[in-house]
C-alpha cells in the first residue's frame, strides 16, 4: 500500500500548489466560455460546421446513452438489438448526463471542459516527475491547454477529452510503478488501465510493449519473472474492471469479447479510402463511399439491418459474425497485396496528425498540428541528451504505441489529441533544459 499513498500524496501535492491551481482554472474559464458561448449550438439540431469541423455528436455515442437514459437498453435505436459497438464507458457517461439535463451538446461540453482542467492538471503533476523546474509545469499547461486541436475536442460530443484525462492518470500511475517497483503500485496501474478502456480500448495492449522499457530503461534491469509478475499484475487489474463488460458480452453473443466490435469496421474503412484515394478526393466521401460498400456486402450476406455510416444490426450475433467476417476479409486483402499495406501505413502516419474530412480542414490541422510536433519532438530530443530517455522513456513509448495501433487500421487527426499534452510536456521540459544550460553558462562565465 506503500505505492498507494505516494501516489496519493503527489496528487494532494498538486491540490496545495494554488497559483498553479488558479493558472489552470483560468484558462480553463476562457475555453470554456469559448466552447458553450463563441459556438453555440443551433436549437433545432445538434450539428454546426465551421471550416469543415463538425462540432456535433460524434460516432453515434449519444444513441447508445439516449437509448440507456430511457430504460432501453445498450441499443442505437428501439427496433435495433443490443449491440457490442462501442466500449460502454462514454454511453453511460452521456446516459447520466442525459438523465440529469436532458439529451443536449451544451452540457456535454461542459464535462469536455473540466476534463480538460483536470487533465491540465495531472499534467502538471507528471511534468515535476520529469522536471525540477517551476516553469515547466506552466508551459506545458499553457501549450496544451492552447491547443487548437483540444479546443476543437471540447466542442464535439466525443469521447476524446474524458479519455485524455484517463490516459494522462494511466501514464501518471504507470510511472509511478516504474520509480516504486512493487506489484501492489502495477496492480493500481492495471485497474488504471481496465478504466482507461472501458472508454476506450486503444491503450489496451500497451502492457505487451513495456517489456522494451523494463530492459532498456531501468537500471538495474529487472529479471525476467519479474517483468512476467508486472505484466500478469497489470493484466489482472485491466480485467477486472473489464470483467462486467466481458461476460455481458459472453451472455449476448457467447463470446467474452473484452472491447467493442467496431475495430473491423475501421479497418475496412482505411483499407477502402488508401486504395482509393486520389490528390483530388475528398476524404469524408471516401469514408461514407466506404460506408456504402460495408452495407452492400452485408445485404448480399443476407442480413437485416438499418442501414448507415454505421450497420446496426436487429441481432448482436450478427454484428459479431458480419464485423469478424469483416475483418477477416481485409486482412486478407493485405495478405495478397503487401504493398498496398505499406501504402496505406505510410498514408495513416500522415492521416493520424493531419488528416481533416477535407482538405481544407487538413490544411488548418497542419498549421494547428505541426508547431507541437515539431517543438515536442525537439524538445524530447534537448531533455534526452540532458538527462538521458529514463525519465521520459515510458511518455515516448507510449506515444509511439498509440500512434502504431492507427497506421494499419484508420487513422484521423482527431486520434492524436490525447498525445497533445504529451507534446507539450516534451516541448517544457526542454525548454527548461535550455534554460538552465543557459544559466549555468551565464554563471560561470561571472564566475571567471
Known sequence: MKSISVVSRDVIGGVLDLRLGYFIGLIAVVEGALALFA??????????????????????????????????????????????????????????????????????????VICTALSAWVLSILVTKVSASKLAPRVAILLFLMSPGVFVTELRGGVECVYTLLVLLFILVLHR?????????????????????????????????????????????????????????????????????????????????PTASVQSVAAHAGQYICKNRTLASNFQALDRAAAAERATLAEQQGYSFESGYYILFYDPRDEVNFNGWLGKRVVDEYRRSPSLLGRCVLENAFNFWFEGDNWRSTTLNILAQL????????????????????????????????????????????????????????????????VSARGIRRREQQAT
Not at 506515444?399 to 494499419?408: E, I, T
Open 371 to 434: 508547431p507541437y510536433l515539431v517543438i515536442g519532438t525537439l524538445g524530447g530530443i534537448v531533455y534526452m541528451r540532458r538527462r538521458g530517455w529514463r525519465n521520459i522513456g515510458l511518455l515516448v513509448l507510449f506515444c509511439c504505441y498509440a500512434m502504431s495501433v492507427y497506421l494499419p487500421i484508420h487513422a484521423q487527426a482527431r486520434y492524436s489529441v490525447p498525445l497533445i499534452p504529451f507534446l507539450s510536456l516534451f516541448a517544457a521540459v526542454g525548454a527548461a533544459e535550455v
Open 177 to 257: 510503478a516504474v520509480a516504486a517497483t512493487t506489484l501492489t503500485a502495477y496492480l493500481l496501474a492495471g485497474l488504471l488501465l481496465g478504466l482507461v478502456s472501458v472508454f476506450r480500448s486503444t491503450v489496451l495492449l500497451f502492457p505487451a510493449f513495456l517489456p522494451l522499457f523494463f530492459i532498456f530503461g531501468e537500471t538495474p534491469r529487472p529479471s525476467f519473472s519479474m517483468m512476467v509478475r508486472r505484466l500478469l499484475v497489470i493484466a489482472a487489474g485491466a480485467g477486472l474492471v473489464l470483467s462486467p463488460w466481458m461476460i455481458r458480452n459472453f451472455m449476448l453473443v457467447g463470446v467474452p469479447i
Open 39 to 112: 459556438f453555440p449550438v443551433h436549437p433545432s439540431r445538434d450539428v454546426q460546421d465551421y471550416y469543415g469541423y463538425g462540432f456535433a455528436f460524434a460516432d453515434l455515442y449519444d444513441k447508445v446513452g439516449l437509448m440507456l437514459s430511457q430504460g432501453r437498453g445498450y441499443r442505437f435505436l428501439p427496433e435495433t438489438g443490443l449491440t457490442l459497438m462501442r466500449e460502454p464507458g462514454y454511453p453511460l457517461l452521456l446516459a447520466g448526463i442525459f438523465s440529469i439535463f436532458g439529451r443536449g451538446l451544451a452540457a456535454v461540453r461542459a464535462v469536455n
